[in-house]
């Protein structure tokens, strides 16, 4: 009878390890090099290269203390100009790590997966970041997979108290947890965020990007830590993901196009987003948006669309859906407001120029902490066209009297159940 050698092979890898590793490190070790021999003969198998890299064998110290960023890089950069289908190993263990780039094009590479199973610890030191950069950046690549079930910790706690974003419209935007920038066919799963500088994610001019089965944290007074903020990108699906910030659970800015949100866990936080639009010259329309599914907890927002008065140019945002959702003790669970400001003051000299149209709210329901739990307030020189209503109940969190409604510049189509009444 012949000898399968691949099997043999497999066979012979376990044996070794397991004989010779007796402690818990050396058995994950055990376990991961099995898994990779694994995946490495399926590749084989179908006539492609496998390629597996770790960053402790580039000198990672994982002691929690050195900063291990150029450890990263080297070995970023041999997987990066590797072939075939690609594995960067990021074991068990706390890394210290300044900002870094991981950038392609990998141009002779698959697809990579980045199997990120240690836990990243941030530089506090902001005068190693450049401005409005990310502290962990992906950049011009395709087919890239990350994962594995670690953490990136932003340690943001020492840099909140810098952010003067809330006051001012100049403000020096600080470190993003991870930004994807430029990135094709992107998938993201089983990650925990923690305690971001600013944004948690942010995505860029991505295309064909899903991320699902994510744990993002910040305290409910961290400032700007929105969760994931999506930009001029198509075709996003976020999914079955845990949220809980100091602002958005996920904002949808300018550009984007086909973007689906499900199944999110959101809260503390602001809600679900679209927007801020209409804050700069040149912005790009918001086409196709569906937001379903989810559960909204004690934020100071349900799904809302905010737009700034006073626009510089005409831009639009239409077609968008938000359905099933359940609003638990939300303070404005549904929510269009075009004289958005977050400041102290802003020019109201004109009235916003994004145009909204072909929204849906259907079977939106739960309780407001606030007696007003729908507000439409709508741009008096672009009045929102196509507003639709389909059984929406929302009752006060108290219970001891019935919400409200508030529109202007609106005219809603309602069909089924309507708690609180329609506005007149």
């Given at each position: 009878m012949?000898i399968d050698i691949i099997g043999?092979?497999?066979?012979?890898?376990?044996?070794?390890?397991?004989?010779?590793?007796?402690?818990?490190?050396?058995?994950?070790?055990?376990?991961?090099?099995v898994?990779?021999?694994?995946?490495?003969?399926?590749?084989e198998?179908?006539?492609?290269k496998?390629?597996?890299?770790?960053?402790?064998s580039?000198?990672?110290?994982?002691?929690g203390?050195?900063?291990d960023?150029?450890?990263?890089?080297k070995?970023?950069?041999?997987?990066?100009?590797?072939?075939g289908?690609v594995?960067?190993?990021?074991?068990?263990?706390?890394?210290?790590?300044?900002?870094?780039?991981?950038?392609g094009?990998?141009?002779?590479?698959?697809s990579?997966?980045?199997?990120?199973?240690?836990y990243?610890?941030?530089?506090?030191?902001?005068?190693k970041?450049?401005?409005?950069?990310?502290?962990?950046e992906?950049?011009w690549?395709?087919?890239l997979?990350?994962?594995g079930?670690?953490?990136f910790?932003?340690?943001?706690f020492?840099?909140?108290?810098?952010?003067?974003c809330?006051?001012?419209?100049?403000?020096?935007?600080?470190?993003?947890n991870?930004?994807f920038?430029?990135?094709?066919?992107?998938?993201?799963?089983?990650?925990?965020?923690?305690?971001?500088?600013?944004?948690?994610i942010a995505?860029v001019?991505?295309?064909?990007?899903?991320?699902?089965?994510?744990?993002i944290?910040?305290?409910?007074?961290?400032?700007?830590?929105?969760?994931?903020?999506v930009?001029?990108?198509?075709?996003?699906y976020i999914?079955?993901?845990?949220?809980?910030?100091g602002?958005?659970?996920?904002s949808?800015?300018?550009?984007n196009?086909?973007?689906?949100i499900?199944g999110?866990?959101?809260?503390?936080?602001?809600?679900?987003?679209?927007?801020?639009?209409?804050?700069?010259?040149?912005?790009?329309?918001v086409?196709?948006?569906?937001?379903?599914?989810?559960?909204?907890?004690?934020t100071?927002?349900g799904?809302?669309?905010?737009?700034?008065?006073d626009s510089?140019?005409?831009?639009?945002a239409?077609?968008?859906?938000?359905?099933?959702?359940?609003m638990?003790?939300?303070?404005?669970?549904?929510?269009?407001?075009?004289?958005y400001?977050?400041?102290?003051?802003?020019?109201?000299?004109?009235?916003s120029?994004?145009?909204?149209?072909?929204?849906?709210?259907?079977?939106?329901?739960g309780?407001?902490?606030s007696?007003v739990?729908v507000?439409?307030k709508c741009?008096q020189?672009?009045p929102?066209q196509?507003?639709y209503?389909?059984?929406?109940h929302?009752?006060?969190?108290?219970g001891?009297?019935?919400?409200?409604?508030?529109c202007?510049?609106?005219?809603?189509?309602?069909s089924?159940?309507?708690?609180?009444?329609?506005?007149?």
């Amino acid at each position: 009878m012949g000898i399968d050698i691949i099997g043999m092979g497999l066979i012979y890898v376990l044996f070794f390890f397991l004989f010779f590793c007796v402690n818990g490190r050396e058995l994950e070790l055990a376990r991961t090099g099995v898994q990779m021999l694994e995946r490495r003969s399926t590749a084989e198998l179908k006539g492609e290269k496998f390629h597996f890299f770790n960053v402790r064998s580039f000198g990672a110290h994982a002691d929690g203390h050195t900063d291990d960023r150029n450890a990263f890089l080297k070995a970023w950069n041999e997987a990066c100009g590797s072939t075939g289908k690609v594995e960067l190993l990021i074991p068990k263990g706390t890394y210290l790590i300044g900002p870094i780039r991981f950038a392609g094009p990998c141009r002779n590479v698959s697809s990579i997966t980045v199997l990120m199973k240690g836990y990243l610890k941030a530089t506090k030191d902001l005068s190693k970041y450049e401005p409005s950069s990310g502290w962990i950046e992906f950049r011009w690549m395709e087919d890239l997979n990350l994962t594995g079930g670690g953490t990136f910790d932003g340690q943001g706690f020492e840099a909140w108290p810098h952010n003067k974003c809330r006051v001012s419209a100049h403000c020096k935007l600080l470190p993003t947890n991870l930004k994807f920038i430029g990135t094709n066919r992107t998938a993201v799963q089983n990650i925990t965020s923690l305690n971001s500088k600013f944004f948690h994610i942010a995505l860029v001019n991505c295309k064909d990007f899903k991320g699902s089965q994510m744990n993002i944290s910040a305290p409910g007074n961290s400032p700007n830590t929105d969760g994931i903020h999506v930009d001029r990108s198509s075709n996003v699906y976020i999914s079955r993901s845990f949220i809980g910030s100091g602002d958005d659970c996920i904002s949808v800015g300018q550009g984007n196009s086909h973007i689906t949100i499900a199944g999110i866990i959101c809260g503390p936080g602001h809600g679900i987003s679209v927007g801020s639009l209409g804050r700069y010259p040149n912005e790009k329309d918001v086409n196709g948006l569906l937001v379903k599914d989810s559960i909204i907890i004690g934020t100071t927002n349900g799904v809302r669309i905010k737009t700034w008065a006073d626009s510089p140019d005409s831009s639009e945002a239409t077609n968008m859906t938000f359905e099933n959702i359940i609003m638990i003790n939300v303070k404005n669970p549904i929510i269009i407001d075009q004289t958005y400001c977050p400041f102290i003051s802003c020019s109201l000299k004109a009235p916003s120029r994004v145009k909204l149209s072909n929204i849906y709210f259907k079977n939106i329901r739960g309780t407001s902490s606030s007696a007003v739990a729908v507000t439409l307030k709508c741009s008096q020189g672009n009045p929102c066209q196509n507003i639709y209503f389909h059984d929406v109940h929302l009752d006060l969190s108290s219970g001891n009297q019935h919400a409200t409604s508030s529109c202007s510049n609106v005219r809603v189509k309602y069909s089924g159940t309507q708690i609180p009444p329609p506005c007149d």
